[in-house]
């Protein structure tokens, strides 16, 4: 007997003569690893970031919303281009813009090389309150019965803060300090007394003081309502320096007021 030709049509069998099927499932564009997974695409989106925002709780949508807009205010701040960016982290520059657009939502590995680049902390990226500017981060803390609310980020330098000094009319003896400084402060509500070696002065609203915090001081609120004052500080005895002319100036020590 001669062999079949055609050995496709020998006895028939579930699997015999059938071709195989390459179709794929429907609404697969690729095909699949062994697993089930896609093969890896760096630029992929994964299905959190797909997620529809009504899928997340509002204050987490709104926390990675405003995340754009912080880091374009850092790189701004800091006079560098998204090239310049791209280059110091690693990240694509095509995803630094998507994410300062609001193009891509921010990742861990993403946000991390950024923080240590613009010398932020990450919890400041993600989480700042509004403030209505987010160039601004403010988280008020409290020290010796005031409260302290930073207007600066960077460590180090001069340090700027808002002071509230709560109303304290009982009469105290003051406890002078001494440090290592320079400080500048401004007025912006109350009376403040400030003793500064042998003086002991009044500050109203609008009224400055500048010294040397090597010179024993205090700043106290001897009236019945808050103070409210700016200060800058400089640890390593840097001096403001204003380019203005002055209507008035009183030289008291190591004052000026």
Known sequence: MRPDPDPDRRAPGPDRGRAPDRRRAPGHGRASEPDGRRPHDPDHRGHHDDEPDDARPADITAALDAVGGRLRALRQERGLTLAQVADATGVSLSTLSRL???????????????AREYQVPLDELVDAPATGDPRVYARPFQRHGRTFVPLTRRPGGVRSYKVVIPADPTPVTPELQVHEGWEWLY?????????LGPHDLRLGPGEVAEFDTRTPHAILNPGPDPVELLTLFGPQGERLHVRAQQRRSTTTGDATT
Not at 187 to 195: A, D, H, M, N
């Open 100 to 114: 300062e657009s609001g193009g891509r939502r921010p990742t861990l590995e993403l946000l991390l090389p950024l």
């Open 187 to 195: 007025v912006l509500s109350g009376r403040l007394r400030l003793v």
